[in-house]
């Protein structure tokens, strides 16, 4: 039975692990943290508190469905779904919070009020996002992005131009809508997620079909409860699961991948699926005529943000809080503007907070409330406890004055996370939260390659590879990687079979 090894314990890394196990593999993940997850691991506290640390937005339910559907199972089968209604706020200034809602009924109403004749618009808006994420989720994403002759699809060829992979997402939003406010709706998650809205292709439009029309949901437990699903999963295919596992080389010979050196072990493989930072695991773990690009290549990527994020906890309720909250009371292209054209600690940020305690009283003491604060920001910038507790106060200013009390007071755990935390724990490339932004040249085959161009029994998945960023794509990630590795074994038995 051949033996593979997986680094990282990430979404990707346990995806990787489960398809490569039910394959009939022996399986080892290692993982540098004392828990899997990775980005998406838990923050517990002594007090009672559990935070998210990273994930927190559950879209694309059909991709975790299929996921769990590949070996026999339903969602249901590991963790419960509550769909949230309003989907989330958003803050434009002083009483100007706009309930996004579930319905869609109720979601063209709203548009309407905002903009007369948007509905109408908004329909068709959809209609093409639709068509869009059906037809990349079918023909594009789970691609491993190898060569263009994956992509020799007739239905794909025909779409090609209705994709709009060569057109501006901000141009085409704006084609739609001109009210700032339905605009910013729009293009919220490419801030989060990717690059300045004119540099993202129209493609992606298929997130706002995601996002408001498959509908926003919160898993009980938080994204923490997916993790422990996903590992209860690959143990019951024989997964095993080595913690505080740090691995410090990728030992090579004849062309190929042996064995990892972990916390001075040696373990042997016959594969390697390297969830780990892509940046990390070439230029830390494998000698430089083993790697797939230089760090010149590294520094011209454009990459998705880096976070300040804070983890409060509150000794009161806070009814006027919603469970997601985006504060886009400032300028929405000047913040972009700090993150991808001049990278800098923004001016005036727009930030995002998560009660999920609104939604899941098990995740805080009795009567309390936790909420993390989220301010994208540039990867790579200068990281101290004086800046973050500079913006914690900005943030926390506009918190304050959106729920009409002052909440500092009745703070009762407090921890930021920032740009030297990503690093440390992940080995995160400039301390990047996302992954690579979703730019045209940054798309399909043109990212980072999921195989190792000399190694051929080393494969890459992750945020840094392809399909992109986000919980759903690393999933997604993970299968392709899988698919990689078996498609490599097999021709290797088969010709060893020969000899």
Same mark, same amino acid.
């Given at each position: 039975?051949?033996?593979?090894?997986?680094?990282?314990?990430?979404?990707?890394?346990?995806?990787?692990?489960?398809?490569?196990?039910?394959?009939?593999?022996?399986?080892?993940?290692?993982?540098?943290?004392?828990?899997?997850?990775?980005?998406?691991? =838990?923050?517990?506290?002594? +007090?009672?508190?559990?935070?998210?640390?990273?994930?927190?937005?559950?879209?694309?339910?059909?991709?975790?469905?299929? *996921?769990?559907?590949?070996?026999?199972?339903?969602?249901?089968?590991?963790?419960?779904?509550?769909?949230?209604?309003?989907?989330?706020?958003?803050?434009?200034?002083?009483?100007?919070?706009?309930?996004?809602?579930?319905?869609?009924?109720?979601?063209?109403?709203?548009?309407?009020?905002?903009?007369?004749?948007?509905?109408?618009?908004?329909? =068709? $808006?959809?209609? /093409?996002?639709?068509?869009?994420?059906?037809?990349?989720?079918?023909?594009?994403?789970?691609?491993?992005?190898?060569?263009?002759?994956?992509?020799?699809?007739?239905?794909?060829?025909?779409?090609?131009?209705?994709?709009?992979?060569?057109?501006?997402?901000?141009?085409?939003?704006?084609?739609?809508?001109?009210?700032?406010?339905?605009?910013?709706?729009? @293009?919220?998650?490419?801030?989060?997620?990717?690059?300045?809205?004119?540099?993202?292709?129209?493609?992606?439009?298929?997130?706002?079909?995601?996002?408001?029309?498959?509908? !926003?949901?919160?898993?009980?437990?938080? *994204?923490?409860?997916?993790?422990?699903?996903?590992?209860?999963?690959?143990?019951?295919?024989?997964?095993?699961?080595?913690? #505080?596992?740090?691995? /410090?080389?990728?030992?090579?010979?004849?062309?190929?991948?042996?064995?990892?050196?972990?916390?001075? @072990?040696?373990?042997?493989?016959?594969?390697?699926?390297?969830?780990?930072?892509?940046?990390?695991? /070439?230029?830390?773990?494998? &000698?430089?005529?083993?790697? %797939?690009?230089?760090?010149?290549?590294?520094?011209?990527?454009?990459?998705?943000?880096?976070?300040?994020?804070?983890?409060?906890?509150?000794?009161?309720?806070?009814?006027?809080?919603?469970?997601?909250?985006?504060?886009? #009371?400032? #300028?929405?292209?000047?913040? +972009?503007?700090?993150?991808?054209?001049?990278?800098?600690?923004? !001016?005036?940020?727009?930030?995002?907070?998560?009660?999920?305690?609104?939604?899941?009283?098990?995740?805080?003491?009795?009567?309390?409330?936790?909420? $993390?604060?989220?301010? &994208?920001?540039?990867?790579?910038?200068?990281?101290?406890?004086?800046?973050?507790?500079?913006?914690? =106060?900005?943030?926390?200013?506009?918190?304050?004055?959106?729920?009409?009390?002052?909440?500092?007071?009745?703070? @009762?755990?407090?921890?930021?996370?920032?740009? %030297? #935390? *990503?690093?440390?724990?992940? %080995?995160?490339?400039?301390?990047?939260?996302?992954?690579?932004?979703?730019?045209?040249?940054?798309?399909?085959?043109?990212?980072?390659?999921?195989?190792?161009?000399?190694?051929?029994?080393?494969?890459?998945?992750? =945020?840094?590879?392809?399909?992109?960023?986000?919980?759903?794509?690393?999933?997604?990630?993970?299968?392709?990687?899988? /698919?990689?590795?078996?498609?490599?074994?097999?021709?290797?038995?088969?010709?060893?079979?020969?000899?």
């Amino acid at each position: 039975m051949s033996v593979i090894s997986v680094i990282g314990s990430g979404f990707s890394g346990l995806s990787a692990a489960t398809y490569l196990a039910s394959h009939g593999y022996e399986v080892h993940v290692f993982e540098k943290n004392s828990m899997p997850g990775g980005r998406a691991r =838990q923050l517990k506290t002594a +007090s009672g508190y559990t935070f998210d640390m990273g994930p927190s937005w559950y879209w694309m339910p059909d991709v975790f469905e299929k *996921f769990f559907g590949d070996f026999g199972h339903q969602v249901s089968d590991f963790y419960t779904l509550n769909r949230l209604d309003p989907a989330f706020d958003v803050v434009f200034g002083k009483n100007e919070t706009t309930h996004v809602p579930d319905r869609y009924t109720d979601l063209r109403e709203l548009f309407e009020t905002i903009e007369p004749g948007s509905a109408t618009r908004l329909d =068709q $808006f959809m209609e /093409e996002a639709e068509y869009k994420y059906k037809t990349g989720m079918d023909s594009l994403v789970y691609k491993p992005g190898i060569s263009l002759t994956e992509f020799a699809d007739i239905e794909l060829m025909k779409g090609v131009f209705r994709l709009q992979v060569f057109s501006s997402f901000a141009k085409h939003v704006r084609s739609y809508f001109s009210n700032p406010k339905l605009i910013a709706l729009m @293009e919220f998650p490419i801030l989060f997620l990717g690059a300045m809205p004119e540099n993202t292709p129209a493609l992606y439009s298929l997130m706002n079909y995601a996002g408001l029309k498959l509908g !926003t949901y919160y898993p009980e437990g938080g *994204f923490g409860a997916v993790v422990q699903a996903m590992v209860n999963l690959a143990k019951m295919k024989g997964v095993k699961f080595h913690f #505080d596992a740090n691995v /410090e080389k990728i030992e090579t010979k004849n062309n190929e991948a042996t064995a990892l050196l972990v916390n001075g @072990e040696n373990f042997h493989c016959d594969a390697i699926v390297a969830a780990a930072d892509y940046h990390h695991v /070439e230029t830390k773990l494998l &000698p430089a005529k083993y790697r %797939n690009y230089t760090e010149e290549y590294w520094s011209k990527k454009t990459f998705a943000p880096s976070s300040l994020i804070y983890y409060l906890g509150f000794n009161k309720k806070i009814p006027s809080l919603q469970h997601h909250t985006l504060f886009f #009371d400032e #300028d929405f292209t000047q913040h +972009s503007k700090e993150i991808y054209t001049d990278p800098q600690w923004p !001016t005036k940020p727009l930030f995002y907070a998560c009660c999920a305690s609104r939604s899941d009283d098990t995740i805080v003491p009795k009567g309390h409330e936790s909420i $993390f604060l989220l301010m &994208p920001i540039a990867p790579g910038l200068k990281d101290s406890e004086e800046l973050r507790e500079k913006y914690f =106060q900005v943030m926390m200013k506009r918190l304050n004055k959106q729920c009409g009390e002052d909440l500092t007071t009745f703070i @009762e755990y407090k921890k930021s996370y920032c740009v %030297n #935390d *990503f690093i440390d724990d992940y %080995n995160s490339y400039k301390g990047n939260a996302y992954g690579l932004a979703n730019t045209l040249m940054q798309t399909a085959i043109l990212k980072p390659k999921i195989r190792n161009k000399h190694l051929q029994n080393l494969f890459y998945t992750g =945020q840094l590879t392809v399909p992109g960023p986000g919980v759903p794509p690393s999933l997604i990630s993970g299968k392709i990687a899988a /698919e990689q590795v078996i498609l490599q074994l097999s021709k290797k038995e088969k010709h060893e079979s020969i000899f």
